[in-house]
């Protein structure tokens, strides 16, 4: 700590697809309230799409990445190191005489979207490096990105879904007809995802056989896994921001504005605003698009979808934040578990202020959250005493 | 040394200039910046200096002079060296390292010796002309003083009397001598109505500009603490504002009594006007939200019903005046209740905006005591999840500064908002002196950075905050 400010570390960027999304997720919802709560000194990492790690204060300045001086900074800035000293300190090169920086941080922020980051592998350094950090932690975020393994974990705690199916991609060409009757057995229209993979990248909607194979090309392409789901007959879809440990607290159930024959690609959800759905009457516009808060749907499937999505965020041990998406038909009032965001664009902040909860309070709370959670994680034995080693 | 080091840098003159600017040329307020100023690299934080003719001519004039002393100490440092002559030297070494001061400081002379012998006559001979313009004018001239509410009462005025008549008013905040005089040239002399606002700026302002517009009413929206630098007291701003009266009698002189400031002034003879009523109307259903103001107006038979989008009860009384004197000027029922429907915030005064579903009421344009707590009110009746009060302080209160803002502070804790945010600056202290003594319990926070804290506002308010902005210091406040 620096004259009582916490030092966190918002580690973005990476190796995904969501790679740019990330940016603005950490420099317009993160670091910007961050310091405006005058509690914590924030310490930038980038994270290039190849992998490497820098830290610097110019990260922090979204005119670099906009006016691609960020490929001039890679060539000049060294790279960070990370040093496990009974928690994480960041190290690099100074630039004069090469003197070493250090940098000791006491709560991490991932704000990491899709592969590596999002999807636990950040989670897992962390953990070894037994610092706090805000968000889901490891399982729970690797099976919240995995869109069967989230399915499975759901349905074992009795949670509700659109009947579904997945398959191996490499198993595309091998058991290529076995996959496709498999498939067939959920009726049109379905939709083809890759497992792991948000911001709706590699998803497409099928109508009839002669499309699908061709969606399931795209899917595999993208990942290893690929997951059929069937399409739900009169479609409400919903999706619900939860923040919390133990008692999580939910926001408000948004409903984004699309009709049923249509979904969000990444270039509606991101490129063009979400206007594809068109701005009606009362709609906000957030980080996936137009969308009504709260859902205009009646109070007894409102408070539904509630429960369903709190028994969701539990079911699968998320902690800190996420988002969970549902599908509802409008006709039986069957609220059904969709997928799982464990890091929400942009924190879903337009939401929580729709619900009464500031960006400055917002992610004041998941950094008390992160560090509540590291706390009670220190009480539990890491050490069992054995004479294993002396009988070897 | 920050303050020191600071006036070596290029961008002092320009910071020079600024000041003179941001201060209107004025020596006093110019003089008095420049001995708070920590950091000349760091004065212009909220704008720019807007380059006009006279802002241009002083940066060449002064950097031309800046330069000239330099080159001419480091000319006599050299030949003092070449020659030995250790005087040279000496002196060539002051000239260097004096000069931000010499011309920070000289600038002064310039502008004193340019007012009194060019601005001064010219303004002089203007001002004069007006005064045959005003005393030739058939219309009705009314006018506006007070310490505060000054625009507004103006605003209302024009808005409510167009429905029916001819009305001309001073532009914007011009209410100086030189601005009348600019205002009465454009006159066309077929207003039935010309409405002319007076600014006090020091003793005797008021009763010059009633010498020169010869206004037949005039209107008192309120005495409090402002302009005090220039004035020995609150008193003696009043009875400035007040000898108005003397020029158009007291018949014909409407006072705001629901200002705490006029009871000492106000004569039976005067017409007072109040939230209960005005000119023998009486006010009553009064409804306060954040869309609006309402009410109804009742005088024997005749009832109007005014609705308006200003904010807070303490337009009630401005507004039955106005509704009130549109009818003696004979106006009917239906002009005065459409004129009043018209009438709306004005630009940063108690204007609403919602931002994600907060209300912030955005009064950076209040400038003294009254017009904080009617804010103040308003924030206390409005409904909120959340209530937000944020404020700089107040300027220009002179020797009842301290006085003031604990008074402002004891006013917040009154009115009981969850958070209160104060800019770190010289009324700080004060204002949170006045919440401790009235034993807040709230949350206090401290922004040393004003500007940063407006701009991500939106970062701080969520759905069902109401966030009270009053008043906002520009830099030379700082």
Excluded at chain 1, 138 to 150: E, F, N, T
Excluded at chain 2, 304 to 320: K, Q
Excluded at chain 2, 344 to 355: G, T, Y
Excluded at chain 2, 409 to 418: E, F, L, W, Y
Aim: glycine share 8%; aromatic share 8%.
């Amino acid at each position: 700590m620096i004259g009582g400010m916490k030092t966190i570390a918002v580690i973005f960027g990476g190796r995904s697809t969501e790679h740019d999304v990330s940016i603005v997720t950490a420099l317009a919802s993160i670091i910007k309230p961050l310091e405006l709560t005058k509690q914590y000194r924030v310490e930038p990492i980038y994270i290039s799409k190849d992998g490497d790690w820098y830290w610097d204060q110019k990260l922090k300045n979204i005119d670099l990445y906009q006016s691609g001086e960020i490929e001039e900074f890679m060539r000049k800035a060294p790279k960070v190191h990370l040093l496990f000293d009974n928690g994480l300190t960041l190290v690099k090169s100074s630039q004069f005489a090469g003197r070493k920086q250090y940098k000791k941080i006491d709560v991490v922020f991932p704000a990491m979207h899709g592969t590596h980051g999002e999807d636990g592998e950040l989670m897992g350094v962390l953990e070894m490096a037994n610092v706090p950090y805000v968000g889901c932690g490891l399982a729970a975020s690797a099976v919240a990105m995995d869109k069967v393994l989230s399915k499975q974990v759901t349905e074992s705690a009795g949670i509700a879904s659109t009947p579904w199916t997945w398959f191996y991609s490499s198993d595309l060409p091998r058991r290529h007809s076995e996959i496709m009757k498999e498939v067939e057995k959920l009726a049109y229209p379905i939709f083809v995802k890759p497992a792991h993979l948000g911001s709706s990248i590699g998803i497409t909607r099928v109508e009839s056989r002669d499309m699908l194979m061709n969606a399931l090309e795209v899917a595999a392409h993208y990942d290893d896994k690929v997951i059929v789901e069937q399409g739900v007959a009169n479609l409400i879809e919903v999706t619900l921001p939860i923040m919390g440990n133990e008692d999580p607290l939910p926001a408000l159930l948004e409903q984004p504005m699309l009709h049923a024959e249509d979904f969000f690609d990444f270039e509606t959800k991101y490129m063009q605003g979400g206007k594809k759905g068109g701005k009606k009457g009362g709609a906000e516009q957030g980080a996936q698009g137009y969308s009504k808060i709260p859902a205009d749907i009646p109070k007894d499937l409102y408070d539904k979808a509630v429960k369903l999505g709190i028994d969701s965020y539990k079911a699968v041990g998320c902690s800190g934040i996420a988002r969970i998406d549902m599908l509802i038909d409008g006709k039986s009032q069957q609220v059904m578990f969709n997928e799982i965001n464990p890091l929400p664009g942009s924190l879903y902040s337009h939401n929580w202020k729709q619900a009464g909860v500031s960006g400055v309070d917002l992610v004041s709370r998941l950094v008390a959250y992160a560090e509540q959670r590291w706390q009670s994680r220190q009480k539990i034995a890491t050490n069992f005493a054995t004479n294993y080693l002396k009988q070897f | 040394m920050r303050k020191l080091v600071s006036m070596y840098t290029p961008r002092y003159v320009v910071a020079i200039v600024y000041m003179l600017q941001s201060t209107e040329y004025e020596v006093r307020p110019y003089l008095a910046w420049l001995r708070r100023v920590q950091d000349f690299t760091k004065v212009m934080y909220r704008r720019e200096l807007h380059k006009t003719r006279p802002a241009m001519l002083l940066l060449v004039g002064l950097s031309l002079g800046m330069s000239l002393q330099v080159v001419l100490g480091v000319a006599l440092i050299w030949v003092g060296y070449d020659s030995d002559r250790v005087v040279l030297t000496v002196i060539g070494t002051l000239a260097v390292a004096t000069y931000p001061f010499v011309w920070a400081y000289g600038v002064v002379i310039l502008l004193v010796i340019g007012r009194a012998l060019v601005i001064n006559p010219k303004q002089k001979r203007r001002i004069a002309r007006s005064g045959r313009i005003f005393a030739d004018h058939k219309g009705r001239k009314i006018a506006v003083a007070g310490s505060y509410g000054k625009t507004s009462m103006k605003e209302l005025l024009v808005t409510v009397l167009s429905e029916g008549k001819h009305v001309a008013a001073t532009p914007a905040n011009k209410n100086v001598a030189l601005s009348h005089a600019q205002f009465a040239e454009k006159l066309t002399g077929d207003e039935d109505i010309v409405i002319l606002e007076y600014g006090e700026g020091r003793p005797g302002d008021v009763g010059h500009f009633a010498e020169v517009t010869k206004p037949n009413e005039a209107i008192i929206t309120g005495i409090a603490p402002a302009h005090l630098d220039h004035y020995p007291s609150l008193e003696a701003a009043a009875t400035d504002i007040f000898s108005v009266s003397t020029y158009v009698g007291d018949e014909h002189t409407y006072v705001n009594a629901n200002s705490e400031g006029v009871a000492s002034f106000l004569k039976s003879g005067m017409h007072a006007y109040s939230e209960k009523g005005a000119l023998g109307w009486n006010v009553s259903a009064v409804e306060i939200s954040i869309h609006g103001t309402s009410f109804r107006m009742h005088k024997g038979s005749q009832e109007l019903v005014i609705e308006s989008h200003l904010l807070g009860r303490h337009h009630v009384g401005p507004l039955a005046f106005v509704a009130a004197y549109a009818n003696k000027q004979g106006l009917t029922k239906e002009q005065i209740e459409a004129g009043t429907k018209k009438t709306k915030p004005f630009e940063h005064r108690m204007e609403a905006r919602n931002l994600h579903g907060a209300w912030l009421l955005d009064d950076t344009y209040n400038g003294n005591i009254d017009g904080m707590k009617a804010g103040l009110a308003l924030l206390e009746e409005l409904p909120a999840k959340r209530k937000i009060y944020v404020t700089p302080g107040l300027v220009d209160q002179g020797i009842e500064t301290a006085r003031v803002h604990s008074e402002l502070g004891q006013a917040i804790a009154r009115t009981k908002p969850d958070l209160v945010v104060l800019m770190d600056n010289s009324a700080t202290t004060q204002i949170q002196q006045g919440l401790e003594h009235a034993g807040y319990e709230g949350k206090v926070q401290i922004e040393d950075r004003p500007l940063e804290f407006y701009n991500n506002l939106e970062h701080f308010v969520a759905a069902g905050d109401v966030i009270m902005l009053q008043n906002d210091w520009t830099d030379n406040y700082n």
